[in-house]
């Protein structure tokens, strides 16, 4: 079984990657053109400390989306929350790693309004097959701000070094939520069969024979049934329907409870059952919480 190192720190990145002394503690910009990795370390996986955010610019490539593939040139961004793992995909031919690499500690961001703010960047938790595909524009956009950054934590540190860098990422990350909006909305052809599938399989799910021998299905159980993360499938659908996964499942299984609860004699217990609630009660709370009342004066 191969060993997953831990990198806790940018100082063992850099060394880790060949590259000079970090500039800051808590931040840096790797040019990934300039990279060497220590050949004990190159292709091993690695679980990293803090964000990552990394553009490839655009080589004449195939970027898959659920199962399906797309052509892209002018550069795609991946992102990386921390305690994910990874690899060094290091290549001999330096065409392969053109891009950057900007990194940050979560502990950059812990005293900040960003840090709360975080678990809003759900693309963090995206697989890297659901890259951020810039067009020039776009792409020239991010560099900037990505520069800007660097050249703040490059000089000397001051009072104002913090906030400015912090706020800096924000307005990164906020531009990353529009482009990624701008790209489901191009994507919409394509969306819209995911959403039939999607559909497809719910009441595949709900209205097999064997749903009594089911649990309710997770987010992440249809995701992965689909090819995609949890969150990516949900900000998907969100985008399009504006109902997420969740919402998604909620809807098909209060529409199968009331069938069963009107065109059934079945025990309220039973029909819970059927459901995949493990306890009566469970189904009782949830179809009260979307209905206003209980099942048993539904069916009457």
Known sequence: MDSI?????????????????????????????????????????????????????????????????????????????PQQVTAVDYSHDKKEAEGWMLCFHPDLIRKSVLDS????????SYDTSEALHLSEKEKEIITNIVETIKNEFSQNIDVYSQDLIVSNIEVLLNYC???????????????????????????????????GEKRIPSVKHLAKEMGYSANYLSDLLKKETGKNTQ??????????????????????????????????????????????MSPMAFRK
């Open 5 to 81: 190192f831990r990198i806790d720190s940018i100082s063992i990145l850099h060394e880790l990657l060949g590259y000079d002394k970090p500039k800051h503690p808590l931040i840096t910009l790797i040019d990934l053109n300039n990279i060497n990795p220590t050949i004990a370390y190159r292709n091993k996986k690695f679980v990293i400390g803090f964000y990552t955010i990394t553009l490839k610019n655009g080589i004449a490539c195939d970027v898959k989306y659920g199962r399906r593939y797309y052509d892209f040139r002018e550069g795609s961004l991946m992102f990386m929350a």
């Open 117 to 124: 703010k975080m678990k809003e960047f759900t693309f963090f």
């Open 177 to 211: 939520n529009r482009f990624y909006g701008r790209q489901f909305i191009t994507r919409a052809t394509f969306n819209k069969d995911v959403i039939s599938h999607f559909d497809t399989l719910l009441r595949e799910y709900f209205n097999s024979e064997s749903l």
């Open 247 to 292: 919402e998604h499942i909620h809807f098909q299984l209060l529409e199968k409870a009331k069938t069963l609860l009107l065109g059934t004699s079945e025990p309220i217990s039973q029909i819970a059952y059927t459901l995949g609630f493990e306890y009566p009660a469970h189904f009782s709370k949830f179809f009260k919480a979307k209905t206003g």
